[in-house]
């Protein structure tokens, strides 16, 4: 069951993210699957960007050699798993033009915390002309104080939260 509040945020949220997403006009855009209380992008915007003839793709986490790839994805809930057991597309492999990255907690200054495996900064280091969008809900903010920003951690160009673009 999800509160009332909690619906407001998510229709919000996904408000601000189709506005962006409609000015930037990607050809390709990298979505996630879901998981604990993250965003629901896929729910949100698989829909309006299928209309709008984008490509979607889901990321494809590999443990040995640690990385990550995008795979081409039809909008349809995933069938496959990656090697870190979470759900993905099983289409061709492609570099999208515009990355949705989850967020646990980001700063305004566009740092982001994830889950610790590295996964999004080592790709987003290996393809910086990509507009890496953060989705994150406002309560997750943290001072810039508050991150130590190490070498490996890569800037998201912008963040989008329910209340708007950081």
């Not at 990321?59 to 057991?85: I, L, V």
Request: hydrophobic share 45%; net charge negative; proline share 7%.
């Amino acid at each position: 069951v999800v509160s009332a509040g909690a619906a407001a945020a998510e229709s919000a949220l996904a408000v601000h993210l189709r506005r962006l997403l409609i000015e930037l006009e990607p050809e390709t855009l990298g979505l996630y699957w879901p998981m604990r209380c993250e965003f629901n992008a896929p729910a949100a915007l698989s829909e309006p960007m299928s209309a709008a003839d984008v490509v979607m793709a889901l990321p494809y986490a590999r443990k040995r050699p640690t990385e990550m790839h995008y795979r081409r994805w039809n909008g349809a809930a995933p069938s496959a798993r990656d090697e870190c057991n979470l759900a993905t597309a099983d289409g061709a492999v492609l570099v999208p033009d515009v990355v949705l990255v989850p967020c646990v907690a980001y700063t305004r200054s566009g740092h982001r915390l994830g889950y610790g495996g590295g996964y999004f900064d080592r790709w987003l280091a290996a393809h910086p002309h990509v507009t890496s969008i953060g989705v994150a809900w406002t309560a997750s903010e943290i001072s810039d104080a508050e991150f130590a920003v190490q070498p490996h951690d890569q800037g998201l160009s912008l963040v989008v939260t329910q209340d708007g673009v950081v």
